[in-house]
């Protein structure tokens, strides 16, 4: 267990760390879940790769890391709380690599950052999900840019990758930016297990570790063999009002310029909004709430943007 940083009290937040270390030198792995609290699958999915692995038969090590937002995992919350002043919320990752005298999230990440990640990772596999309320495919951002990057993003039997330049702050742009190839394995749905993105995502790992020669085995299933849809830029159609929603695509759906995908009702029934996808592509993501604010998310769309600018992500 990782000492973090300490509550309003006085007492620490710990966050579980596993290892398993090889008898002889290699890559230095490290499998993440639990940045955002409500973002379930990779949780299951470190513990069951870390199950499978035998430091007598392996070079390098694998850490494998549950939690580091502790705050929001214990309240199953994207964000990290913080209750000075009445209190707010943070998105934990959008802080790294965080600051030794910042506040508490700031602090936790720069503490990990500086005791953890430090000199211990070669390689890095992110893994979350969407946000509560929304529903992604198997899909991973990475940046294009990085070699090793993609190479880890493409040994994932993804259903859609985005090319991606990244987020300041995030733990994937930050492993980046600090000369680590990284990814962000987005895994499902928020809130629960599901048992076919679990064994996915543990498929994708035991790939990255096959082919960096931390374990021996068969490559399984990739990008390649899955036909993953891979895109360089997304469109958000979000509420323009409050209202219900019903949402008439799913993630994986192939979407035309004009198609209707959403519509929103007020209490009476009455339609009050109608949505249409701007450009051709994939649905990457869905809100899955019916009750949707303004500005909340109803349909992503993963496209094929052709402009020199978007060649490694817009």
């Known amino acids: 267990m990782f000492e973090g940083v300490e509550t309003g009290t006085g007492q620490r937040w710990y966050v579980p760390i596993m290892v398993a270390k090889g008898k002889t030198d290699g890559k230095k792995v490290l499998l993440q879940a ?32 549950i939690g580091p937002n502790r705050s929001g995992l214990e309240r199953v919350s994207r964000t990290w709380s913080v209750s000075t002043d009445g209190g707010e919320t943070i998105d934990y990752n959008r802080v790294h690599p965080g600051k030794e005298t910042g506040n508490p999230a700031e602090r936790q990440a ?27 495919p198997l899909f991973i951002y990475a940046d294009y840019r990085n070699a090793d990057a993609r190479t880890i993003a493409e040994l994932f039997p993804a259903d859609q990758i985005k090319k991606d330049p990244g987020e300041a702050g995030s733990m994937e742009t930050t492993f980046i930016q ?30 990255v570790l096959i082919h960096y020669k931390v374990i021996e085995g068969k490559i399984g299933a990739t990008a390649s063999s899955n036909k993953t849809y891979i895109g360089n830029a997304i469109s958000s159609i979000r509420a323009t009002t409050g ?8 993630p ?5 310029a004009g198609q209707d995908v959403a519509l ?3 209490a009476f029934g009455d339609v009050v909004a109608k949505y249409s996808a701007e450009r051709d ?19 992503r769309i993963l496209e094929q943007n052709p402009a020199a600018t978007c060649k490694d992500g817009c």
């Open 281 to 299: 592509g994939k649905v990457l993501s869905v809100g899955t709430d019916v009750v949707r604010e303004p500005r909340a998310l109803l349909v």
């Open 252 to 256: 994986g759906d192939t979407v035309k």
């Open 264 to 266: 929103q009702r007020n």
């Open 34 to 65: 639990g940045v955002h609290g409500d973002e379930l699958n990779g949780v299951r999915i470190v513990q069951k790769v870390m199950e499978q692995l035998d430091p007598a038969k392996m070079n390098g090590s694998v850490i494998g890391i």
């Open 178 to 207: 600090n000369g680590i190839p990284a990814i962000t394995a987005e895994t499902g749905e928020p809130r629960i297990y599901q048992q076919d993105m679990i064994a996915r995502g543990v498929e994708g790992a035991l790939n």
């Open 110 to 136: 720069w503490m990990m950052w500086n005791k953890v990640y430090k000199g211990n990772v070669d390689l890095a596999i992110d893994y979350h999900t969407q946000s509560t309320g929304t529903a992604y």
């Open 243 to 250: 209202g219900f929603a019903e949402v008439f695509v799913k």
